[in-house]
């Protein structure tokens, strides 16, 4: 069965180190990849996205994921984690010319501390 | 720009109470429309799908339905609302036009609350 997976439910930073939220899928095909941030109550923003073409990607907010085809995962990164970056972190995937659209993960909960 | 509307915000309902949540966007033609449930502490979950007017897909058997009366606008509704059914919506676009980008623009979401 189709699934993305993100196997940490929370975690939790000190201002200024380094972030890595994981994320695993299982699909037929190299589906197209997402991460979104989501503030308390509020919509989903995208950070970032992967179709195709270099495997690191660049996304707002100073973070970057890598796609690795071999482990099938796709890990967002943040060399320097700021307070504001303190949100719930969603992993989500899509099949190319799928009207379906989007498969969440669980969500990962980001803390930071001061 | 296109823009995504989504109301009310928050809505404090009995159990077995009708349900009425609106989703519009602006600025976009024939776009793909979406519906998603979040309950706490959990991930999003896919409820209805719809690529035209008059067309749902449904994705879990529940207690809501979902229609498309208008080409911008996503209508999400239940005759009566269940304890099960609190949660947070979400509705979703995507441009059909462009599938190769399909990325998603979402509402600021729906926070129900059924006592």
């Known amino acids: 069965a189709q699934s993305v997976t993100q196997p940490d439910i929370h975690i939790t930073v000190s201002e200024g180190a380094s972030l890595e939220l994981r994320c695993n899928y299982s699909?037929?095909?190299?589906?197209?990849l997402f991460w979104y941030v989501q503030s308390p109550g509020q919509g989903l923003q995208l950070l970032l996205k992967?179709?195709?073409?270099?495997?690191l990607v660049q996304g707002i907010k100073g973070f970057e994921a890598e796609f690795k085809r071999s482990q099938s995962s796709f890990n967002l990164r943040k060399p320097s984690v700021h307070w504001s970056d303190a949100a719930e972190y969603f992993c989500?995937?899509?099949?190319?010319?799928?009207?379906?659209?989007?498969?969440f993960g669980s969500g990962t909960q980001l803390t930071v501390l001061p | 720009s296109q823009t995504i509307h989504q109301w009310p915000a928050t809505l404090v309902q009995p159990v077995g109470s009708p349900l009425s949540l609106e989703c519009t966007v602006e600025g976009t033609s024939n776009p793909n429309l979406y519906w998603y449930r979040q309950a706490a502490g959990r991930g999003l979950q896919l409820l209805f799908y719809s690529v035209g007017i008059g067309q749902i897909s449904s994705e879990v058997p529940q207690n809501l339905s979902a229609s498309r009366p208008q080409d911008r606008q996503f209508i999400l509704s239940s005759k009566k609302l269940l304890l099960s059914d609190s949660g947070f919506y979400l509705c979703?676009?995507?441009?059909?036009?462009?599938?190769?980008?399909?990325?998603?623009?979402f509402g600021q979401g729906t926070r129900l609350t059924v006592v």
């Open positions: 979703a676009w995507v441009n059909q036009d462009r599938l190769m980008n399909t990325e998603a623009f």
């Open positions: 699909y037929g095909a190299t589906p197209y």
């Open positions: 992967y179709f195709s073409g270099d495997t």
């Open positions: 989500a995937v899509s099949l190319p010319g799928s009207a379906r659209q989007l498969t």
